[in-house]
Each structure stands twice: as C-alpha cells, then as structure tokens.
C-alpha cells in the first residue's frame, strides 16, 4: 500500500499551465515531460484539465507539443469547448468578455441581443470600459445569466503574481448581484464531464495541480484524490491552508508521479 | 404624527450624488436646492453623507455652491478625509489605487514600503494592470490591510449605470483572501461619526438617499430611518428589494423633504 493514500489510482487528471510549465515561460518544468510519460507507459488514464482560456485548444495542443508533451488535443479539456455545448443547449447568445486570442473558439456563435454573459481570462481587456459593458448587458436581462471559465484567483507568469477570471467574476455578481455558473475548475459539473470521458471512478482518480482552492479542493469535492505541487502558484501558506487539505504535498510533478505510481500497484 | 413614521425627525443625512444632482450632470434634480433650503429653514440638523471619492471635498463643495446649494465644506462628510485619520491613528502607510483627481488629499501622506491598499473610486483606473499591483501589493504584506472607500455597486452618470469601487473591492478581496474594512457608507463607524457631528440621536435621524443598500439599509442598521428616493440610481425592482424595506418612498428629495417636515413636528 502507498505511503500516502489506501485508494488505488487507476486515472490522473494533470492541471497544465504551473505543473506541466511554469505559465509565460518558454520551457517545461524539470521532469514533467518524462513524468507524464512514465503515467502513460504505466497504462494509466491520463487527461489534461484546465481552465486556460487565453489561448484555443488547438494553440494550447501545438504549445504542449513544442514542448515536448505527448497527446492527443481531445485529451485536453479546457472550458471553452463545455461552454459551447452549454450555449447550444439552453438556446443562449452571450455578450463576451474574452481574451481574443480566444475569439476563434466562439466562431459561428450568435452575440446578437445577448442573453448571457461569458467571462473568460480577458487580462488586459479587463479594463473600466468593458467591464462596465458586460455589466450594463447583465442588467439589461429580464434573467441575468452570467458564467465564469473557472474561478482562478491569480496565477504566477514571468515571476509575478496576475489576477485570473475570479475576481472579475465576483465583482460582476456583487454589481448585478446575480451567482455565477462556473464552467472549469472546480466546477461539479466539468469535472465530472472529465471523468466520464476517462470512464474511471472518482475514487481512483487523482488530481495534479497548483492551486490548491481550485485543481485540489474541487476535485477531493468530487471524491477524487488531490496532490498540491509546489510549482506555478503554490505559496508556502498553502502547507497550512485553513480549508482545504491535500492528500500529498510534491515538489514538482515528477515527485508527484513517483506518489502516483506507488499508488496505482 | 406623521403618516409615515412615529418617530420625531431633528437631523437629515442627505446623499449627494443621485439625490442633489444626477451624476454627470450640469444641474441640480427639480426642487432639490429649495428642498435643501426648507430643512435648513425647518431648524432641522443636514449632514450630506457620501462616498464621492472622484473629486476633493473643496472641489465638491465648490460644484455644489455652483449648483446653487448652500452648506459649509464641514457639513459635507466623503470618505477620504475620514481614511486619512485612520491612517495617522493605526501608523498605516497606503498603497493607492484611487481617482487621480483626488490625489491632493493624500499629499503628505507616507506611501513608501506600503502596508495597506485603498481603493477609491478609480473609475478608468480600474485597468488590468492597476489592479494587479493593488494585488501584488496586498499579498507581499504579513498581514494583508485592505480599505475600501464606500461599497457602492454601481452608480448612474449621463444616463450609463456604471460599476463602483464595490465591485473591484470584491475582486481584491476574493484574489487576495482579505475581507475590506468600509470606510464610508454603510460602514456604522463612518454614519456613527457623522451622527456624533450633529449630535443627535440615530432613532430622530433620516438618511435619503438613491441608494437601497448602501444609503436606506446602511442608515436603518444604524437606528435611523431610512427614505429611497427614485432618481439617481434607483431602478424599479428596488421597490421590491428582498432584504430592504425602506421607511417610505419618495419621487425625489422634495417629495422627500415634504415627509420629513410632516415628521419633525
């Protein structure tokens, strides 16, 4: 049995952007190519999740390939391509507060009299002026709908610390006091969507992240494992989180693998 | 007795923007400057109570005698001179994010090595950038000090709803794990200093205001009593506001002033 955990892992979900690299940085993270090589070659369900929405998952998979990194892009899920199904769904045509790198991945989508907004990772689009747009579209709805791509508090590129789509998401839902529906991380809904596609159960999955809120407190939510890297955004305060408990703490996602395959024996 | 209220009204808490003047605009709501001369007249005690962080209290006096209104710039309570206290009395050294244009009332004040952040209302200040250094700021402290100048959503100018310091405190409060202290409306300790000023009891005091949350629900969690009038930011569901039960409506702050005269008998 492992040092760490009674359970036996048998699929891994991986964060990308601060465990496979550090994000903004041109080269991966020691040993997490090779790491993800040994959790395939060890036969085990390996899927990419993230909440990346600065670049489209066809970039994202190009990335990861200069890299270095093995996939496959429909291994990789990212929240934009959810979305899409979940407009299609309900009949929704959104006002977009976007990065628009990304504005590709909504081609084809009706942005005319919008009865939802969208926000993503817009970074410097985020500024008083769209805000205030998206926020006057939210109050002009009879039903105010507004979803959020994750709920990321901040991540660290180039060495400094950037706010992610939460914060602007709470201040929308404090202005047109509605509750955003999270699509991402740590979403119920999208990490059971992931899981379904491994076809393996939430008991013997694991979840490799940065963030210890969302890629580890989401997915121990959903009943599945959660290691904490100390990579991308991990500050040393996570150790003594007041909420969320990792099953493991590693020091980069090789240790993390070397924990992984003890337990998948 | 009035129709109203029970109680005896001897002092009148007046907000500014949305009640005296629509924001943005180059003149006075029908009937407020006669309104603000009938309380006067009355012998009633006016306090005007606002979270007006765009311009200096001299610049706001100014515009409000340009307007036609009388009162003296101590009458007038925004929050800017209130934070200043604050800071001299706890030793804090402020990390600003705020209108340029009220600058002036910081000078003199010590931001090097900052170990707290202000936010005022920015407006187009509020930028990707300016917020993340507020965030970076606030999490390379030991313990993080967050000040939040008024809570407003969002206020109505030249016909546009736009977002408040309110919003981007939220986001700041969700990014850096930090709850804000409010000072302004509808902090107790800011609408408690003014009631000192005018030294009357909260239970004889009538706050009107545009705002349902800030200004009426602030005020009656204070003891006072509370009259929404419907310009300024007023919008039609705040007649049926879930946890706001203003005292009593008015169409404006002379209609509003009618009330209050009816009740100071």
Chains 1, 2 share one sequence.
């Not at 970039?59 to 996939?71: D, I, P, Q, R, Y």
């Not at 990792?246 to 992984?260: G, H």
């Amino acid at each position: 049995m492992a040092s760490w955990t009674k359970r036996k892992v048998k699929g891994v979900l991986l964060d990308i952007s601060g465990v496979l690299f550090e994000s903004g940085a041109g080269v991966p993270i020691d040993g997490s190519v090779e790491a993800v090589q040994r959790l395939k070659a060890a036969g085990l369900a390996v899927r990419f999740c993230t909440n990346e929405t600065t670049m489209t998952r066809g970039m994202l998979t190009e990335k990861l390939h200069v890299l270095g990194f093995s996939m496959s892009e429909q291994e990789i899920f990212p929240p934009i391509p959810a979305i899409c199904k979940v407009l299609q769904k309900r009949n929704l045509r959104p006002h977009l507060l976007i990065n628009p790198k990304v504005a590709p991945d909504f081609d084809g989508v009706d942005t005319s009299d919008p009865n939802c907004v969208i926000l993503g990772d817009a970074t410097t689009e985020f500024n008083y002026h769209n805000l205030n747009k998206a926020f006057q579209a939210l109050v002009a709805m009879k039903e105010p709908v507004l979803f959020s791509l994750g709920m990321g508090r901040f991540y660290r590129e180039q060495g400094e610390l950037l706010l992610d789509v939460g914060p602007f998401t709470k201040a929308l839902e404090f202005a047109a006091d509605v509750k955003a529906e999270v699509v991402g991380k740590p979403s119920q809904t999208f990490f059971t969507s992931v899981l379904e596609d491994m076809n393996v159960d939430a008991d013997n999955v694991v979840m490799v992240g940065d963030d210890i809120v969302s890629d580890v407190g989401g997915a121990q939510s959903c009943g599945m494992l959660g290691i904490q890297v100390r990579t991308g955004k991990f500050r040393p305060q996570d150790e003594e989180h007041p909420t969320v408990k990792p099953d493991a703490f590693a020091d980069n996602l090789l240790a993390a693998v070397d924990l992984i395959l003890e337990a998948s024996k």
